[in-house]
């Protein structure tokens, strides 16, 4: 099994940084993809960014582009998602998951393991 432990989030103004955290424990070789995923309040879940966390290569979703940043940790077991120059609509509650794809294939459906969440929200 893989846990996972999100932690970071809170209420920040718009323009603001925000960097979440997330903490994975349990079987390391079921795991080569981390992302994060958020869902607001009557919107379905969407990816925000995934890492690779073999080869190091990283996924955006075009709305967060040049603002949020992926990364990781390997010594700590852990995959961060920094987050610059938020804006009310990143507001929701932020998803660590993993997942093993082959070649690095990171795709939506290859995430089977998912924290409790974390609250982002942003205010104008």
């Known amino acids: 099994q893989v846990q996972l432990v999100e932690s970071g989030g809170g209420s920040v103004q718009a323009g603001g940084p925000l960097r979440i955290s997330c903490a994975a424990s349990?079987?390391?070789?079921?795991?080569?993809?981390m992302g994060w995923f958020r869902q607001a309040p009557g919107k379905e879940r969407e990816k925000v960014a995934h890492?690779?966390?073999?080869?190091?290569?990283?996924y955006y979703a075009d709305s967060v582009k040049g603002r949020f940043t992926i990364s990781q940790n390997n010594a700590q077991n852990t995959v961060y998602l920094q987050m610059n120059s938020l804006k009310p609509e990143d507001t929701g509650m932020y998803y660590c998951?993993?997942?093993?794809?082959?070649?690095?294939?990171?795709?939506?459906?290859?995430?089977?393991?998912w924290g409790q969440g974390t609250q982002v929200t942003v205010s104008s």
């Open positions: 890492i690779y966390t073999a080869g190091g290569s990283t």
């Open positions: 998951a993993a997942g093993l794809a082959t070649y690095g294939n990171c795709v939506t459906s290859v995430f089977a393991y």
């Open positions: 349990g079987y390391t070789y079921r795991r080569n993809c």
